[in-house]
């Protein structure tokens, strides 16, 4: 296989119009001169921005504007990629004048063939211009041809997905009130709704739901609403919020659980997000009643998931505990529901060791059970840890029961006489000194 003439590269490289001539006028066949990824001199020029070379060149060699480097990049993905506006405008208009056997194989209009020529990605131009964020460049090329916005790349994702998700707001609101044919769709069945969603814009947000309500019902590839990842991903914020928005479209969104049976709920009670909590059940307060496939509501999903915080956030998770058993004595029963595993709420907040919620549960004694068994016929005191080992979270959550009385549900506790010998709350503190 060729590879480059040497003076050729270094045309290319610094842009010499005069070299180029010079050395052109030598080779027989520009196309066979390529650079070990298959680069021509028009790829080198557009990606080094040498304009009045990329001129020579395909005045010289027109064919070049539809040759493929290895990655199947021509020189107008480059040019897109780079977002030199001037430059993508010549190879467009360029595209117009000349005619190459490209053209004649694939037939139809030959400046559509050559804008939605494909790289190894199945990127077009326009694909490259979003992912970089070049306004500018998309609206040239769309101009020229309004369908590229149809047309999805390997990862499935749609033009106006990469728009939503680079937050190009000025640009997703002129495509969407214009006549133009649209995809909306973007990776693992997700729609540019979700990627609005996950990177909390809520000005993209606004438009594509005004456009097309029927996207914040839209599940991706895990049965996921873009509730449940603005809600997974941002805290709630009064001034700019996506996931108020969205609850305020459609209601029905608030219901809807994902492949493991978790509502939006779910989440913002295991992110310990006491705003999302409130805005949620103060809307649709019988959401609370919805379980996962694990057979646990928000509030087992509140215990379980301050165990993954660091201690500060504990706070949080309180506020989102206060908030669901604020709902009154018709929760009750939520308050005391086992999962699967037989596990109640105040179960998980034992055995993740955290005291706070813990407390929090039995200053609720009599609405809250303190004694229930487990599938494995333990209570919640069963699940502490009498020992000299345990951390002072650990300690603080067997006195928390030991308070309310909340009994042993085994006829001979293990380690039952370890504790025996601490008479007061206090006196177990010692094991820390």
């Known amino acids: 296989m060729s590879t480059m003439d040497r003076r050729l590269y270094k045309a290319a490289t610094s842009g010499s119009v005069d070299l180029f001539k010079e050395v052109a006028d030598e080779i027989r066949n520009l196309q066979l001169e390529v650079t070990p990824v298959k680069n021509t001199i028009l790829h080198l020029a557009a990606k080094l921005e040498h304009e009045d070379l990329i001129k020579e060149v395909c005045d010289k060699c027109p064919s070049l504007l539809v040759m493929p480097n290895s990655k199947g990049d021509t020189a107008l993905h480059i040019a897109a990629r780079i977002g030199h506006l001037s430059i993508v405008t010549y190879l467009v208009v360029k595209s117009f004048s000349v005619s190459t056997s490209i053209d004649v194989e694939q037939g139809g209009n030959q400046i559509n063939n050559r804008l939605r020529i494909q790289n190894k990605g199945n990127n077009t131009v326009l694909h490259e211009a979003l992912r970089y964020g070049h306004s500018e460049v998309v609206k040239e090329l769309t101009e020229w041809d309004p369908e590229l916005w149809c047309v999805l790349n390997e990862a499935g994702e749609s033009p106006l997905y990469l728009a939503a998700k680079g937050g190009l707001t000025e640009i997703v609101g002129k495509v969407l009130q214009s006549s133009y044919p649209l995809a909306y769709g973007g990776p693992e069945d997700s729609t540019a709704l979700h990627a609005a969603a996950i990177w909390n814009n809520q000005g993209i947000v606004k438009l594509l739901v005004a456009k097309k309500p029927g996207l914040i019902k839209e599940q ?15 805290k709630y914020d009064e001034e700019c919020d996506v996931i108020k928005l969205l609850l305020e479209k459609d209601s029905s969104v608030a219901y809807i659980r994902d492949k493991d049976g978790r509502s939006a709920l779910h989440f913002a009670a295991g992110n310990g997000d006491d705003g999302v909590t409130k805005e949620i059940i103060g809307r649709y307060p019988d959401a609370v009643e919805l379980v996962d496939n694990r057979g646990q509501n928000a509030i087992h999903y509140c215990m379980s998931g301050c165990h993954r915080k660091v201690p500060p956030y504990t706070d949080h998770y309180v506020k989102v505990l206060h908030c669901l058993m604020s709902k009154g004595r018709d929760i009750d029963d939520l308050l005391n529901q086992q999962d699967n595993d037989g596990n109640t709420p105040l179960h998980l907040a034992v055995i993740n060791g955290i005291s706070a919620l813990v407390e929090s549960m039995c200053e609720k004694k009599g609405r809250v059970d303190t004694d229930t068994m487990n599938m494995a016929n333990l209570t919640p005191r069963d699940l502490t840890i009498p020992s000299k080992h345990a951390s002072r979270e ?40």
């Not at 650990?394 to 380690?415: M, S, T």
């Open 220 to 234: 991706d590839l895990y049965w996921r609403t873009p509730l449940h990842y603005a809600v997974s991903y941002h």
């Open 394 to 433: 650990e300690i603080a959550v067997y006195w928390d029961l030991y308070r309310v009385d909340a009994k042993f549900g085994r006829a001979e506790p293990l380690n039952e006489k370890e504790w025996d010998r601490l008479d007061t709350p206090e006196e177990n503190y010692e094991y820390l000194s």
